[in-house]
């Protein structure tokens, strides 16, 4: 007997309006964080230190999405980076959005 496997993958929607809090920082809790945890690497992405780090260390350019250098770092899928092509979308979506801490 001979049977086909169908692996479904569900690919998340970019929301209407991003939220940091509940969008944005938890990319960042689960694909970051255990490089870039003020210890090892920079900036901070850790809950609660995260958005100030990206904002204050020039990491975020509202004005020109592509001189973003966390937008550089995750299109080049930094040091063999995970984020699937929705988070990027998510991230990116956000700054067009103003990078609000939201």
Known sequence: MVSCTYNYIELEETPDLVSYEHHVQPIFSNNCIACHNGNYAYPNLNEGFSFDALIYGNYIDTTTLTSSKLIIKINDQH??????SSEIDIITKWIEEGALNN
């Not at 040091?79 to 699937?84: A, E, I, P, Q």
């Open 79 to 84: 040091y063999g980076g995970t984020l699937s």
